[in-house]
């Protein structure tokens, strides 16, 4: 038997040493992957590369984290089996990583396969309000900022959530109430119009720099009123549902905010 045991253990040393370098190799593709996603928006952003660049980087990144959890997770499980406990950490943080690589993008396509594939989302799509001062900052934006009915459709089947919000408030308060709200989620407050109760922002995403417009527009509704909201994208045909997210949370933090019914 010690001789056996003996014998045994170069093979198993071997086999470990082995675990351990697929193991370094699975680590090191899931962390070029996370930094290559991590880059694609800083890059696009100082136009390293366009848009499209930014996106295919992603893309690919994502499906080669996805193939690295499958091997990761195999290394892993040979390495267990070997006792080769280096080797089995190191493939765990490999498997991490690539989950972490793999997991946004899927999602992000997702929600783009399942959303309504809208760019421009409004409480009110019968009368949307309308961009005044942002208008010049928008020149040269690939997306219009006239409202195109056609869309609203598509929004009352995909967001039927989003309406008009009503606060027992009077328009002039609702207005200080959402300028307070709209700088506590980080916007950009472009114009602020007290006469006309109306708050221009812009949103900018965190990776790209997207930058999204957003107009929230107060009437009078008897002793209350009545807040609307439009955000709308400058780029892409697509916004992954942020638009309806950003309206949802606006919404939601001003309701919370000030009285209502």
Known sequence: MDQQHAAALPSRGGAARAASGLAWAGLSVAIVCVAAELLAGPGYRLRWWGLNGGLQTIRWAATVAAVAIVATLAIALWAQLQRARRAFVLALAGFLLSVAAAAPPAYFWYQ????????????????PPH???????????????????????????????????????????????????????????????????????????????????????????????????????????????????????????????????
Do not use: C
């Open 131 to 261: 961009f005044a001062v942002l208008l010049a900052l928008r020149t040269g934006a690939r997306n219009s900022a006239e409202y195109d009915p056609a869309t609203a459709a598509r929004q009352h089947q995909g967001y039927p959530d989003l309406v008009p919000l009503t606060l027992e408030t009077s328009p002039a308060q609702a207005l200080q109430l959402a300028e307070r709200v709209a700088r506590s989620m980080g916007w950009d407050i472009v114009a602020v119009t007290p006469g006309a109760w109306r708050l221009e922002a812009t949103a900018t995403s965190l990776l790209f720099g997207f930058k999204d417009d957003i107009v929230v527009r107060i009437a009078a509704q008897g002793s209350a009123s009545r807040v609307d909201v439009r955000s709308v994208s400058r780029i892409g045909g697509s916004d992954f549902g942020a638009n309806a997210r950003r309206i949802r949370s606006f919404l939601g933090k001003l309701k919370a905010a000030g009285p209502h019914p």
């Open 112 to 127: 783009v396969s399942h959303l309504p594939h809208l760019h421009d989302v409004t409480t009110d799509t019968e009368h």
